[in-house]
């Protein structure tokens, strides 16, 4: 064995906002307490990665990553937590970046948000979890990150109706160009709610804006219950909705502080989810070293 690393990426509960300005599309993660987790181990007298057979596009990071690197040899790549696929949560980005920064570790490197960005790019649109905080990204084309500031604490109160979106066919639909520039202006004044509840630590200002950006994304990406779950929401506490635009996730919006497990119980008969779960809000960023500063994994479906 050559070198071992570890690392872990957070998912998301959808976008606080996505859309396009100047039909340039981008997107605002909300990223949670769920993870991809990697632990890697390099072998020279290996010709492959062992990695689970669903996990392809970290394996294609990692083959991208051996040619860049040099690295003649393999490995064994284990997951060690890993997000549910297609319901816009970031798991693709977020197995994609968590399998690279613990090949770099390994090989003695230490990876960079941008670097990271820049590899999850060339597979498929990303999400932008690599970065501390919140960011705002090109998700599709790549640049024009800023740096909205750190999460403001909250939680999710999160459902979803089974199904899956894939990231790749939702992005190259021909109507969603379209779409887009029917909703700039709505997408701009969300934008705007979203930078201001960032900045001033305003959960209401973040919550409006994000729940104008997810009706807007109701004419193309429908959840069902929609109008019904947000006026629940809001009798019941709530601020708000976040969707995940390119996925089956739709969730309430609730101060960090309040006690979710009676509305989870309520929201589970009255809507009849496949899954729910509360999510707690965090920063992006991807933790990353030896196996032994490996973080821990308790947040899941329940």
Same mark, same amino acid.
């Given at each position: ?12 509960? &959808? ?31 290996? %010709?492959?990665?062992?990695? /689970?057979?669903? +996990? ?61 960005? #820049? ?12 970065? /501390? &905080? ?18 403001? /604490? ?40 979203? +930078?201001?509840?960032?900045? +001033? ?21 429908? +959840? ?11 009798? #019941?506490? &709530? ?6 635009? %390119? ?37 992006? &960023? ?17």
């Amino acid at each position: 064995m050559l070198g071992i690393g570890w690392a872990r990426c957070p998912g998301t509960c &959808g976008e606080w906002v996505q859309g396009a300005r100047a039909g340039v599309p981008f997107l605002v993660d909300s990223p949670i307490e769920r993870f991809a987790e990697v632990f890697l181990e390099l072998d020279l007298d290996a %010709s492959q990665w062992k990695i /689970p057979f669903e +996990k392809e596009k970290a394996r294609q990071a990692l083959s991208l990553l051996r040619q860049e690197y040099g690295f003649k040899g393999g490995g064994r790549v284990r997951f060690l937590e890993s997000l549910p696929a297609g319901k816009g949560m970031a798991s693709s980005t977020a197995d994609i970046v968590a399998s690279a920064a613990a090949f770099l570790r390994a090989l003695g490197h230490t990876p960079t948000a941008e670097m990271l960005a #820049n590899l999850a790019l060339t597979i498929e649109p990303s999400d932008s979890v690599m970065f /501390p &905080g919140i960011t705002l990204l090109n998700h599709v084309q790549g640049g024009g990150y800023e740096s909205l500031g750190p999460a403001v /604490p909250a939680q999710f109160l999160a459902l979803d109706w089974g199904g899956a979106v894939d990231t790749l066919a939702f992005n190259a639909r021909q109507d969603l160009a379209g779409h887009y520039r029917r909703f700039e202006p709505e997408i701009a004044l969300a934008l705007a709610l979203v +930078k201001e509840g960032i900045a +001033k630590r305003d959960l209401e200002k973040l919550a409006a804006g994000s729940s104008m950006s997810a009706r807007c994304n109701q004419t193309i990406n429908p +959840k069902p219950y929609f109008e019904t779950f947000a006026a629940w929401v809001q009798v #019941n506490g &709530g601020l708000g909705l976040i969707t995940a635009h %390119s996925g089956t996730l739709l969730a309430g919006i609730f101060p960090a502080t309040e006690n979710l497990d009676s509305l989870l119980s309520e929201v589970r008969e009255r809507f009849s989810p496949n899954d729910s779960a509360i999510f707690r809000a965090r920063d992006g &960023g991807v933790d990353s070293g030896s196996w032994d500063q490996r973080g821990g994994k308790e947040h899941a479906w329940r």
